[in-house]
Each structure stands twice: as structure tokens, then as C-alpha cells.
């Protein structure tokens, strides 16, 4: 453990009521709380962990148990750790809080456990709340701690965070977290702290700055996609609706970005016209792309722009902007380029522009990594775009024809890469002679073993495919799945291709599966007819050949097998030895085939999601759920070997450096909390050898974004001292938890006159309001402001409703996303009738958020007629269709919690044994006086509905008038119109039951 990790331990252990700790990232939270966990003994009651991801169970959980921990802990029996879930029965989990273990927990099931006594809170020594950044004021663990407190005043609960940028959004919300939680102490550990920064630098490993020069079509367009950038920020600056402070180029660069907008868009996000709308999502976009751009090679990147292409062609601001189509151009030059033969000669190529001057020309570019072009050369990409644009006109007049030249630009860091790799063979070379005569006993030995970090799965594969196939290979087979996918999409089938003219053809990698419409003439980024036929063609011959293949590979396997047999018959009455020998070649053969489709298909991505999240992996260690990848060892251009190598996917999460303690590292894709998980690695191993390298793209987003993420996270912490200077916290959250109110101030004279007059003083015990909750509204917050405002909680499993606030008030809360989803899939009708039916008083309760606006559509939109799509109109008809169903707005948690307390003012309490059999069917059939399924019965009570006469208003004292439809039949005309308010309605009835069948002839 390094030092620091034992200076907060020991300020967390000098307050008894714990504290709130906040920590760069990077800087090994899961070894700071195994330390933490490890103090822990069974007699001191259990302790419960709230909050944690599962990459933080797991690494807690591996650390803690390895027995890797602090010296003062050192030979002390680690701690039982388990995890209660809803899997377990409910005394099973009552039996585990009593345990004295470490239990990692949901809030939700934690909650319930609480309001349904499961859980003797005396027996709970401490809480645990990690990502205590997502934690507010009305949620579950403020609403857990609240309750525990009250309980347990000797609990202590220690938050952690590692994730400073959080803290810092909003007003004051560290001081706020620190109210709702009940601490007063708040601990900050920055990077630049002066114990990190003595331990972290004390020993630290020898680093080497790579920075590679970005290709050509790179930073053209890396420069276009930042210009399209800034002309969409111009425009959202121009609604004049968001924080311009926010609105630069390098806060877009994050995916905070995106949060920051929508965060201030969210209350008036239904008054925003299409355009901004679209703007917020170009902008996310827009980031993908320069993100892409350094992480994935030349036909990845193209494959990902033909899906934006296709699916935002007409929808997207960004693509009609004047830049965007350098994105395109230059992007499908890094992979190919078309020229035109006629009878064998390239069209409108001049003998001084031979394809080897272009190449001096393109590497000629000045200070802004700009392709600079002389006059002749501008005037032949003006030609080019003049025939591209009558290409069809000029093909059919003559024989010209469009060849694809392939460029399969490589990633320029995989040189680098394979540089490198041939660097530390080198180094390890001379080691290995210089050891045998200058090594003292004292120096350790190279293990030998290279780790690469790489940002996601697909990079890892890539860079694996890198060495044990070489860079041109993996680009070949890019390419070729590339040109395979096109024909896919040819082969799909199109619809309604009678209808529609020949030339209304889409664009992109579709070609003509999407409907032209009048925007489609505008889209610059679209390519000639003639270029795709090409790529087709190409796509088309390649497929032929991988079949052919496949089928000469098939014979012969069958030929193979035929003289397989043959060898196998003779075998029998000869010697076993050949066949055996047979055998192993066939096998041999099968296998082979088998696992290049195996392996083709497993590293098949997906355009749209390229990126991200592939995990599925048959190789690596076991102890890291695979994420860990060795290859086999490669081979450079001499022909020897490569060292081995690991690759580590950081997207993953999992912390890999202490169980392969690698010698060398490579960080192909830097980040910062990676850096500093390096820097823990080395400081808490001092003697041991380590070289890291870095690779940027000089000049590029990668190093900004790297830059910026560490002026984002410093500033964060100035704000956060500059706020805990001037924190104010009450004076009851000293020691005092006896209740969940701040001690009452003393009352005026004349206010305890007043009260002398009434009874002498003596306050009148007011009754304790209760609540039947269902178990699935405890996702939401509403139950912990109930219980703010004084109301008793009570958890059960309800059929009908979500609220139970008295025996005839039933409350359905639908929040706005909610209530959408339940009028698209018509659960809402299903609720409503269920509540009618089984309460006096039903209630639809919509509740808008507190930062959002109260209202469903702007003004503009209500229309005067009735529309299918229109929430309003939905609304009507509802309360049309139930018109005992009281429709209650709400404009947020708070108001709503007023509005409940209102409700059941002058009610009785609810009963908790009535609210559970509701709507549940029982097993005994109908029983008296009951309130079950099997009471009422639907069919007749619709059927009834239906009549002639029978309405909303008068079928309930039909149903109280007569027992059956039967005896309804039967009731004279002067009865029914006493049932049913008038005699019109009544006659109407009774023609309707004397009627005739009519005969047929």
C-alpha cells in the first residue's frame, strides 16, 4: 500500500461518525478500500458497501482476498465478503446483516429491508458508499443513511469518490452531500497533493514521449471536422439559451459535453425548434469522429462515415456545412482513389503529373499540416469533379472505364509501434550479454513481459493482427471485408423496386435502398453511380474468389476423406500406423479451416457501434474475465522474433498491473487515470524495472483532450478547497442523530402565551400518517421525500396502483417518459381499469421533474382536433373513458409529498392486508365480502356496459339494482327507470331485451 493510502486511512479512523473523501481518478480507490475493509472485524457488527460498479466489486473482492493488504492487517484473517441479492430469501438476508461480514448491497433492497424490519440496525457497524458523486439530496442512500442514523448513532459512514468534475457541477453539491449524509469532515486528495506527489514521484519509471506525425488526409480531416465543429457551436450560441462560457471547442471534446448542453436545455427542451435539437446531437457526433480518427484505421473510419451517410443524411445539420465534405473526400482517399481508362490509357493525366510527383507534391506541406498544390494540379481535381459530375453522360457516348486504385493508407503509429516493440528485443539482447558479467545480486532480472493499453477491444485485436501478420495483411483484410459488406447490401432485398423511377436511387453504401427525396440532389458528400458499379464490381470479383476457394478447399477435404477411408479399410488387415498418420493431417486440415472462419467472423464489428464494447474473447487469463490478450510472438522484418506481448483494453476497467507486473508498458491510447495507476504500480514497487512508452499523434485532438482532462480535474479541486473554506454545516450534525429534524429553536414569549391558552400548554400527539408503497416505486425517490415530510413507509408487492394512501384512494405515478410509454403500449388503459374497479377514489398522479418545465408541448402545438399522435388527446380520452379517475398534476417531488399529505387529510389509514389481496386471484374461488380477482366478473360488467340506454353514470346502480343479467331481464319498466334516472334510458333498455329475433325465410 502506498503511503498515502495510510494518511486517509487514518484521517477516516479519527473520526468516529466517518467522513467524505474525494481523489484524483487513477489513483487506486479499490485498493484504498480493501485496505479499509481489511480493519474490519466481525465483532464489530457487519459492514455494508453501497454503490459499487461491478468492475469495483470484483477488483475489491480479488484484492482484499489475495491478502495483499497493509502491515497493520498483515496475517490477520481476511474478511468474509458476500453480496445480497433479491436471488436470496428474505431471513436469508436477515441472517447475513447479522453476520458481522462485509456485504456488498443495492440501495434498493438495502431500503426495503429497512422499512420491513428485516435489518437490526444495532448490528450494522458502518456504510460504505462509493460513487458517492451520484448521490443527492432525495436519493436512496441520503434516505438509508437517515434512517440508520437514527437507529445507530455510534454508525460511521465513509463516501469516496473518485470523480472530481462531478462534485463540482451544480450549486455547492459536495456541502450538499455532506448535509444529506450527516459528515462534516471532507477530505481531498489531488494529484498535486504534497504526500501523493512525494510518493508518486519518489521512484518514477523511465518515460518515453512518442509523438507521431499525423498522415496528410489525417489532418485534413481532423482540421475539417474542427471547423464543422465551431460553425456548430456559432449556431447553438446563437439560441442564446445556453451558457456560452461552456460552448468551446475544448470542453467538446469530452463526453461531459453532451451532459452540460442537455442539462441546460433539459427545461426548455420542448420549446427548441428542430435545428437545435439536431445541433446537440451533431455535436456528439462530431466528437465520435475525431475520436475514431486516431483510434481506428483508414477502412474502419470509412466504413463508419458510409453508416453516418446513409442514417443522417437528410436529418443532420453537420453534413450540409462547407467543410464536411473534405471528411468524406479525404477519408476515402486514405483507402482508395478511381481513375479512368480509355483503351488502356488513364484519362486526363498529363505526363508531368506522374503518380511519383504527387506523392513529392502531397508530402510538401507547411506549418498547419495543410497539402499545398500547385496550379496544375488544382486543375486537374477540377476536371476530375467536372467528369465525376457527368459521368453517367459520358459513359454512355463512350469506353470509359472506372478502375479503384487501392491506397489502404496505414495508421501511421503502427510503424511506430513495431519500432519499438524491435527496440526493447534490441535492449533485452544486450541485457541478456551485459548481465552474465556486470549484474550485481542485488538487481532484478527483466521478466520479460510488455504490456500494450489500448482503448477498447477491437484496437487490442488489431494491433495483435499487427504483429503476427504485418500491417499491409491487416489492411487487406479490411479492405476485403470492406468490399464483401457491399455486396451484402446489394444482395438485401428492395422494396417496392417497380415503383419506384430508375434514377431515384439513394446514396452511400445503400445504393438505392433508401427513398431519394428533394434533399438528396444537396448531399456533397454522395459519390457517382460510376464509383460505386466499381466498388461493386470489385466487391462482386472478390466474393467470387473467396468461393472458389472455399470450394477447392471443400473438394479437397472431400478427396482427403474418400482416401481416408481407403487408407482405413487397408489399415484393417495391415498395419494402424498409416492411418493414424492420415488422420492427423485430415484433422489438421479441418481445424485450420475452422478457425480462420471462427476467427474472421469473431472480429467482424459492426459499423454503427464500432467502437466500443467487443469483450468476448477466447484467449487471455482467466483471472481477468478476459480482458487480457497474449498473441503469439511476432516476427519484424529480419525475420527474428518479437517479445511476447499483453494486451489490456482500459475501457474495461479492471486493474491487470499488479497480476502481470510488466516490465515494459506501452500506452498506444493515453489516459490519465491510467498514467496514474502506472505511477501507484511503480511507486508500491520500487526495485523492479519499468520503462513506459507513450504514443500521441503530434499536433493532433488525442494530446488536447489528455492536456485538457488535467486542467478540467485541477480545476475541479481548486473549486472544491475554495468551497470547503467556506462550508457552513449545522450545528446538530455534531454528535446529535437521535432524529431526522434539527433541534427545535426556542420559542417566543408571546408565541408560549399562545400555546398556554390551549389546554394548558399541551401539545396534541398528532397521528402518524402511513403510506403502502409498491416495491418497484423504490426507484424512484418520492418514497424518501414521504418520509422527510413524517409519513410512515410501507414496502409491499402491490397489484393494483403504486400508492396506497387510504382504503378507498388509490395513486398511479406516471413521470413524463412513463406516461408516454404507457399510452404507446396501452398499459395505462389496463391500470386505470384496474383502479375503477377495485377503489372509490382512483387517481392518476403525473409528475413533471423539478428542473424541467411544467408543461407537456409548447402552446403553439395544442391543436382544436383530436390527433392520434397528440399527448393531449390521449388525455381526453381517458378521462372521456373513466370518469371517476381524478387526474392530479404535480410539478415535483416535494409538491408532490403536499399533495398526498393533503389527500389524506380527515381519511383513515390504510390497510396493509386489504392493499396485498387486490387484484390478486385466489385459490378458493369467491369469497363474501372480499376484494380479490374472482369477485368481479369483467365479462358481465361489459357486456352490460354495452347495452342501449346503459351509460358511465347509471350502469354501477344497475349493478347495485339487480344480482345478474338475468334478473336485469326481468325488471319492469317502472324499476328501471328508478335505476337508471329517467324514463327514456329505461324504455330504450327494456325495447332493446323485448325485441324479437327476427326469422329467416
Known amino acids: 500500500m502506498v503511503q498515502f493510502h495510510e494518511h486517509i486511512i487514518s484521517e477516516l479512523l479519527e473520526d ?166 450527516y459528515l462534516r469532515k471532507l477530505h481531498l486528495w489531488p494529484r498535486f497533493q504534497v504526500y501523493v506527489s512525494q510518493d508518486l514521484e519518489k521512484e518514477p519509471p523511465e518515460v518515453v514521449d512518442v509523438r507521431v506525425p499525423m498522415s496528410g488526409y489525417m489532418v485534413g480531416i481532423q482540421k475539417a471536422v474542427i471547423e464543422v465543429m465551431d460553425a456548430c457551436l456559432k449556431e447553438m450560441r446563437k439560441t442564446n439559451k445556453v451558457d456560452v462560457e461552456d460552448l468551446t471547442f475544448e470542453s467538446g471534446l469530452f463526453k461531459s459535453f453532451d451532459e452540460i448542453i442537455r442539462r441546460q436545455l433539459d427545461p426548455i427542451w420542448h420549446t427548441l425548434g428542430k435545428k437545435t435539437k439536431q445541433l446537440v446531437s451533431d455535436l456528439k457526433t462530431l466528437r465520435k469522429l475525431l475520436d475514431y480518427l486516431v483510434r481506428y484505421d483508414a477502412v474502419t473510419y470509412l466504413k ?27 477519408a476515402k482517399k486514405r483507402v482508395y482513389y478511381c481513375k479512368r481508362l480509355q483503351d488502356g490509357n488513364i484519362v486526363g493525366q498529363s505526363k508531368a503529373a506522374t503518380p511519383k510527383k504527387r506523392k513529392v507534391q502531397e508530402k510538401n506541406k507547411d506549418k498547419e499540416g495543410k497539402v499545398l498544390c500547385q496550379p496544375g494540379f488544382f486543375l486537374l481535381y477540377l476536371i476530375d469533379f467536372l467528369y465525376f459530375l457527368h459521368a453517367d453522360s459520358l459513359a454512355a457516348n463512350t469506353n470509359i472505364k472506372i478502375v479503384l486504385e487501392e491506397v489502404l493508407e496505414e495508421a501511421p503509429k503502427w510503424k511506430v509501434f513495431r519500432e519499438i516493440l524491435e527496440e526493447i528485443k534490441d535492449e533485452r539482447q544486450k541485457q541478456a550479454l551485459s548481465t552474465e558479467e556486470f549484474v550485481s545480486d542485488g538487481e532484478e532480472i527483466d521478466n520479460g513481459t510488455v504490456l500494450v493499453a489500448c482503448k ?25 471485408k470492406y468490399l464483401l459488406s457491399k455486396v451484402e447490401l446489394q444482395s438485401l432485398p428492395k422494396h417496392d423496386r417497380k415503383k419506384k423511377p430508375k434514377e431515384s436511387q439513394g446514396i452511400g453504401v445503400l445504393n438505392g435502398t433508401i427513398q431519394k427525396t428533394s434533399g438528396n440532389n444537396t448531399d456533397v458528400s454522395s459519390i457517382s453511380k460510376q464509383e460505386n458499379d466499381a466498388l461493386l464490381a470489385a466487391a462482386t470479383e472478390l466474393r467470387k474468389e473467396v468461393k472458389k476457394d472455399d470450394r477447392t478447399n471443400f473438394e479437397i477435404s472431400e478427396d482427403k476423406a474418400e482416401h481416408q477411408k481407403g487408407k482405413k479399410r487397408r489399415a484393417t488387415r495391415n498395419t494402424p500406423t498409416t492411418s493414424n498418420v492420415d488422420d492427423r493431417n485430415s484433422d489438421d486440415l479441418v481445424n485450420n479451416r475452422s478457425e480462420k472462419h471462427s476467427f474472421e467472423s469473431h472480429k467482424r464489428i459492426d459499423p454503427e457501434v464500432i467502437g466500443g464494447v467487443h469483450t468476448s474473447i477466447d484467449e487471455g487469463i482467466s483471472a481477468d474475465k478476459g480482458i487480457i490478450r497474449k498473441h503469439v510472438q511476432g516476427v519484424d522484418t529480419e525475420g527474428t522474433m518479437l517479445p511476447p506481448v499483453h494486451f489490456y483494453a482500459m475501457e474495461s476497467d479492471t ?37 513506459v512508452y507513450f504514443l500521441f499523434y503530434d499536433n493532433s485532438t488525442e494530446v488536447q483532450k489528455f492536456e485538457a482532462s488535467i486542467r478540467r480535474e485541477n480545476s475541479a479541486f481548486e473549486s472544491l478547497i475554495r468551497q470547503k473554506s467556506m462550508m457552513m454545516m449545522p450545528a446538530y450534525q455534531e454528535g446529535c442523530f437521535s432524529g431526522f429534524e434539527p433541534p427545535m429553536e426556542p420559542a417566543s414569549m408571546t408565541s408560549q402565551n399562545s400555546i398556554t391558552r390551549k389546554a394548558g400548554g399541551r401539545k396534541t400527539i398528532e397521528k402518524e400518517m402511513q403510506v403502502i408503497v409498491d416495491m418497484r416505486e423504490f426507484m424512484s425517490n418520492l418514497p424518501n421525500v414521504l418520509h422527510q415530510k413524517g409519513m410512515r413507509i410501507v414496502p409491499v408487492t402491490l397489484e393494483v396502483g403504486d400508492y396506497i394512501l387510504s382504503p378507498l384512494i388509490c395513486v398511479e405515478r406516471k413521470s413524463i417518459l412513463d406516461l408516454f410509454g404507457s399510452f404507446a403500449s396501452g398499459r395505462l388503459y389496463h391500470q386505470a381499469e384496474m383502479m ?75 390497510d396493509e392486508a386489504k392493499a396485498l389481496r387486490v387484484g390478486v386471484p385466489s385459490e378458493d374461488g369467491i369469497i363474501e365480502d372480499d376484494v380479490r380477482a374472482e369477485n368481479y366478473n369483467t365479462s358481465a360488467v361489459e357486456f352490460l356496459r354495452r347495452l342501449p340506454g346503459v351509460t358511465d353514470s347509471n350502469y354501477r346502480a344497475l349493478m347495485d339494482g339487480c344480482k345478474s343479467l338475468s334478473e336485469l331481464a326481468t325488471l319492469p319498466l317502472e324499476r328501471l327507470a328508478e335505476l337508471m334516472g329517467g324514463q327514456k334510458a329505461a324504455k330504450t333498455l327494456k325495447e332493446f331485451l323485448d325485441a324479437k329475433y327476427p326469422r329467416l325465410l
Open 16 to 181: 468516529s461518525t466517518g467522513g467524505l473523501v474525494i481523489l484524483s481518478g487513477g489513483l487506486s480507490l479499490h485498493k484504498l478500500i480493501s485496505n479499509l475493509v481489511s480493519l474490519h472485524h466481525s465483532s464489530q457488527g457487519s459492514l455494508l458497501i453501497l454503490s459499487a460498479s461491478p468492475s469495483q466489486k470484483h477488483s475489491i473482492v480479488n484484492f482484499t482476498s489475495s491478502g495483499d493488504v497493509s502491515g497493520d492487517v498483515a496475517g490477520t484473517l481476511a474478511p468474509k465478503i458476500s453480496e445480497i441479492s433479491f436471488e436470496l430469501p428474505a431471513h436469508h438476508r436477515t441472517s447475513l446483516y447479522t453476520s458481522g461480514n462485509v456485504l456488498f448491497v443495492t440501495s434498493r433492497i438495502l431500503i426495503v429491508d429497512l422499512l420491513s424490519n428485516r435489518v437490526r440496525i444495532d448490528s450494522i457497524a458502518g456504510l460504505i458508499i462509493l460513487n458517492v458523486h451520484n448521490v443527492s439530496e432525495t436519493s436512496t442512500e441520503a434516505f438509508i443513511v437517515r434512517i440508520m442514523r437514527s437507529g445507530n448513532s455510534k454508525l460511521y459512514v465513509r463516501a469516496f469518490s473518485d470523480n472530481a468534475q462531478a462534485m463540482t457541477s451544480g450549486f455547492a453539491k459536495a456541502e450538499k452531500i455532506l448535509k444529506c449524509l
Open 655 to 691: 486493474h491487470i498491473l499488479d497480476i502481470l507486473k510488466p516490465s515494459v508498458i506501452i500506452v498506444y491510447h493515453p489516459d490519465v487515470a491510467f498514467v496514474r495507476e502506472i505511477e501507484i504500480y511503480k511507486s508500491e514497487n520500487p526495485s523492479s524495472k519499468l520503462k
Open 836 to 910: 375503477v374497479r377495485y377503489y372509490r377514489m382512483p387517481v392518476l398522479l403525473i409528475e413533471f421533474s423539478q428542473d424541467k418545465s411544467f408543461s407537456f408541448q409548447s402552446a403553439w402545438e395544442i391543436s382544436e382536433d383530436v390527433a392520434a399522435h397528440s399527448i393531449i388527446s390521449k388525455l381526453s380520452l381517458l378521462a372521456l373513458h373513466f370518469p371517476r379517475l381524478r387526474i392530479v398534476w404535480s410539478r415535483s417531488l416535494h409538491a408532490t409529498a403536499e399533495i398526498f399529505a393533503s389527500l389524506k387529510a380527515n381519511q383513515d389509514e390504510p
Open 304 to 330: 463508419y462515415l458510409d453508416s453516418l451517410r446513409a442514417s443522417e443524411s437528410f436529418r443532420s445539420v453537420w453534413i450540409f456545412a462547407e467543410s464536411s465534405s473534405k471528411i468524406f473526400e479525404y
Open 456 to 480: 477498447d477491444e477491437h484496437s487490442c485485436m488489431q494491433l495483435e493482427e499487427c504483429i503476427t501478420k504485418g500491417p499491409h495483411k491487416v489492411m487487406r483484410d479490411e479492405w476485403e
